[in-house]
């Protein structure tokens, strides 16, 4: 996984978690946290034990297989699944935790895992046998423990969900030439690289080839591998747009070269032919908006920003490239917020879609990455549309950059920012900023000669627009036949049952997918940012901030990668630790998947490594030992799996044909949604169901468009969900099913009628709970049956370290000690039966019935409270028969 969207932080405030406690908990001494720890290995029968709603993969011929659109088990039952994730050594557990671990997990209502990491060198006694230096060889005791591992989740009614490639990195003792200069985990090389998909395949064969000694099938002829995932968040065309295919080795660039040459001569047969399609738009260079380019005269014309603890100065040189003159920026003090330095020129007017080239000289001393943009001068301060990095080296070299800005905008900046991270020295020189600048095919450039230079994507917008769409077209093309190519293998060679994606959409164009029988996505509600190196334990930070104040946050985002047609799943998913109102994360998810229509959704994760008996939370995503996210699975897994939610009776499809969708790609580099290209606004999702389609015909959008609301109120289709953020401070999200309530978000001291159900909030450490009541028989709150509640707020554990600046909060290395501490939220509950029909429960960490709750009388109707001074995040309610 990988999602880096935040990269501009500092955590300058320092304060330890008893401080934080003392300066933000109520004065009420019964509102303090307690310890609650869900043993590790209990699966005992109980109201929040939901493992009978799991049911076993039907036998050899009963594959998951799709039908309108969706999934259907083997007796063709529609099929929902509630899923999380297994990681590195986490996939490979000892058998006797394997037995108490997949019994747990049904426990919860989970019912498929996703075999994730699984191919990575960064555990001991994993899948690739360390007993040799190259990656190509399985571990039969690796394999061993992970077929008893899909033999026991089979036995309680969990499918799996197998990862083909994720991690490994091939060297050069697998015939990688030069593999210390490839991406991170080979990403997007991989997709044209003929000895790494001769690999790819090799690894693909050799497991799904392999008989599971438990189960006694192939894994690619078992009933329990639903579905099989190509290559995780892994796309050419991605690995284009970050700008990273232009930095591959010079035998890939060869590679590519070729192939372009033979697209080319397959779309137009000669050089002429190219010539004239090319040279509609092409445009020479223009005058000179820059003053002062040379910095022949100092920082006349230029701007030097340092904020807050940076230090930095700049002084006009003569020891610039050739001797010429530049600019010389020293870093005294640096920070870890890069923009804290920056240098810039305003007063520049932009035209909208008109072409631009930035040009210019640098080195550093020591070497580092900087970022060029152009930015407003005003409110609202913001991009004009251009933002990219550069790698600076100790010796001079001249960047360029094409760019075309997203609006027009008179006296707009361009700038060089991210200059505070390291301590040391930038020069610049000879820095120019010109409109214009398009070419179509160069002069010398021939067919005949396969000399045509493939576009760096830094000048992309240095190109003739045909050129642009002709290049978009190849890296798809090209990552079409890749996709194609690795599906068609798994069925016809290796006889593969499963169902089949590629990778996640959003990091790659939905023409490349077509061929595959799902499509998947990712999402992560503020994702843990690292500001410097990438996953520094000691310098990262994640925005502590509930997703009920933000219009859906990450979820009309998903509903907008929808494609009409094919089951949709989203495989990773979570608000990560330290977050503190991440007890939102599974219930979000499931209420508005539901109510799209969604397959299958899956927490990220369950278990990265061998540690399971663990009583704390222990790192950014596990939910192992995370007692609050925990605790409302079962509530979750009823909204999305029975399902509670209603889905949404009207949807809105966008229609896309491939031209549209390449000029897309084109516009919206940064993955932007299809869905917003054409109109419709995002928080439709919250409403209604959303998709996308590919077509063939023009553009068009199917079904009525919701204007989006400034009132923040969005009722679902059907009225069951109900988004309130009008107010950030009593944001909530309310759920009112006939089998399940929920109150989720900023709701101290408020009364919520739910149906015949009614629901008052005391008060709460953040002012903010979560309170679910699920009829776990379905049998509604006024019938015979038992009902689970929970009720969950802030969880942390023992003595972590703490630190804030205003939304901004880090741990570093200090994730504190066992056990984990939760908070006790007050609340009543109004049911529409008489008190006398009722009893309830406290229940303890296994879900085990303690001391009974005294049923309260309000106006002949039975009134259930609960509190802090019960220790506990749930409780039972059992609703007799009349007598």
Not at 763 to 778: K, N, P, Y
Request: hydrophobic share 40%; charged share 25%; net charge negative.
């Amino acid at each position: 996984m990988k999602h880096f969207e935040l990269l501009f932080a500092l955590l300058l405030a320092l304060l330890g978690g008893e401080a934080l406690m003392a300066a933000d908990a109520p004065s009420n001494a019964a509102q303090a946290m307690f310890p609650f720890v869900i043993p590790w290995d209990d699966a005992s029968e109980s109201v929040a034990n939901v493992s009978a709603w799991n049911e076993k993969p039907a036998g050899k011929h009963g594959f998951v297989r799709v039908r309108n659109g969706h999934f259907v088990d083997g007796r063709g039952k529609r099929l929902r699944f509630f899923g999380t994730n297994l990681c590195f050594a986490g996939a490979f557990p000892p058998h006797e935790v394997a037995e108490k671990a997949a019994a747990r997990m049904a426990k919860f209502g989970i019912n498929i895992v996703r075999f994730h990491h699984m191919d990575s060198r960064a555990f001991p006694n994993g899948i690739l046998d360390g007993a040799y230096d190259d990656k190509q060889h399985l571990s039969p005791e690796a394999l061993d423990r992970l077929d008893y591992l899909i033999h026991q989740l089979k036995r309680n009614g969990i499918y799996a969900n197998i990862n083909l490639h994720v991690s490994r990195k091939l060297g050069e003792a697998d015939g990688i030439e030069h593999a210390d200069e490839m991406p991170r985990m080979d990403k997007g090389v991989d997709n044209f690289h003929p000895r790494m998909i001769e690999l790819q395949r090799k690894y693909a064969r050799d497991l799904l080839a392999h008989v599971n000694a438990y189960t006694g099938n192939a894994y690619a002829d078992e009933p329990a591998v639903a579905m099989i995932e190509l290559n995780n968040e892994n796309s050419l065309t991605t690995l284009w747009r970050r700008g990273e295919l232009d930095a591959l080795p010079q035998y890939c660039q060869e590679m590519l070269d070729a192939r372009w040459h033979e697209w080319l001569r397959g779309r137009y047969g000669d050089t002429d032919a190219i010539r004239e399609a090319w040279s509609d738009g092409a445009a020479p260079l223009g005058g000179e908006m820059l003053r002062n380019g040379q910095f022949v005269d100092g920082l006349q014309g230029w701007a030097l920003e340092v904020h807050e603890s940076a230090s930095a100065t700049a002084e006009s040189v003569r020891d610039g490239p050739a001797g010429n003159a530049g600019l010389k920026v020293t870093i005294a003090q640096p920070s870890e917020t890069g923009w804290y330095v920056q240098l810039h020129q305003a007063g520049l007017d932009f035209d909208e879609g008109a072409p631009y080239m930035l040009s210019f000289w640098a080195r550093a001393e020591p070497e580092r990455r900087i970022s060029v943009n152009t930015f407003a001068t005003r409110e609202p301060w913001h991009s004009l549309g251009f933002s990219a990095s550069a790698a600076v080296e100790s010796e001079w070299q001249r960047y360029s950059f094409s760019f075309r800005p997203n609006e027009t905008y008179a006296g707009g900046r361009v700038g060089f920012s991210d200059l505070a991270k390291v301590r040391g020295t930038l020069w610049l020189a000879d820095v120019s900023l010109r409109p214009g600048g398009v070419d179509g095919l160069r002069d010398g450039e021939t067919l005949a000669a396969r000399t045509i230079a493939r576009p760096r994507r830094s000048e992309m917008a240095g190109w003739s627009r045909p050129l642009q769409r002709d290049y978009v077209r190849f890296l798809l093309d090209v990552a079409r036949e890749y996709w194609t190519g690795m599906a068609e293998y798994l069925r016809s060679e290796l006889g593969v049952e499963s169902l089949i994606t590629g990778t996640q959409m959003g990091y790659t164009p939905i023409q490349t997918h077509v061929a595959m029988d799902y499509f998947d996505a990712h999402a992560y509600w503020h994702h843990p940012s690292f500001p410097g190196r990438p996953w520094d334990s000691n310098n990262w930070w994640v925005r502590n901030v509930s997703m009920v104040t933000a219009k859906g946050g990450t979820l009309p985002g998903l509903a907008a990668r929808r494609v009409a047609g094919y089951p949709y799943t989203i495989s990773e998913y979570n608000h990560p630790a330290p977050n503190t109102y991440c007890s939102e994360a599974y219930l979000l998810l499931a209420a508005y998947g539901a109510l799209q229509d969604w397959d299958g959704i899956f927490s990220f994760a369950y278990c990265h490594n061998d540690q399971w008996d663990v009583r704390r939370i222990p790192s950014y995503f596990d939910i192992k030992s995370h007692p609050t996210k925990l605790v409302t699975l079962p509530a979750a897994a009823a909204l999305f799996r029975r399902p509670d939610v209603r889905a949404s009776r009207r949807r809105t499809v966008v229609t896309a044909n491939a031209p549209a969708t390449v000029e897309h790609g084109l516009d919206n580099p940064a993955r932007g949604s299809y869905v917003t290209t054409y109109g419709v606004p995002l928080e439709a999702a919250l409403r209604r169901r959303m998709a996308i389609r590919l077509g063939k015909g023009p553009l068009q959008v199917k079904g009525s468009v919701p204007d989006p609301s400034e009132a923040a109120l969005y009722v679902s289709d059907g009225g069951q969900l109900t988004w309130d953020c009008r107010d950030p401070q009593q944001a909530c999200v309310l759920v009112d099913t006939p089998n399940s309530k929920a109150a989720i978000g900023f709701c101290d001291g408020r009364t919520f009628e739910l149906g015949e159900v009614t629901i008052s909030l005391g008060s709460t450490l953040q002012g903010w709970a979560a309170i679910t009541a699920t009829a776990v028989d379905g049998t509604g709150f006024a019938r015979p049956g038992r009902i689970l509640v929970t009720a969950t707020g802030r969880a942390e554990n023992t003595g972590w370290g703490w630190e804030q600046e205003g939304e901004r909060v880090t741990l570093r290395r200090n994730w504190g000690e066992e056990p984990s501490l939760v908070e006790g939220i007050s609340a009543t509950i109004r049911l529409p039966v008489r008190p006398g029909r009722v009893e309830a429960h406290v229940l303890d960490e296994r879900g085990q019935r303690r001391e009974p709750l005294v049923i309260g009388d309000s106006d002949d109707r039975a009134l259930v409270t609960i509190g802090p001074e019960h220790h506990t995040l749930w409780y039972e309610i059992i609703i007799r028969p009349r007598r």
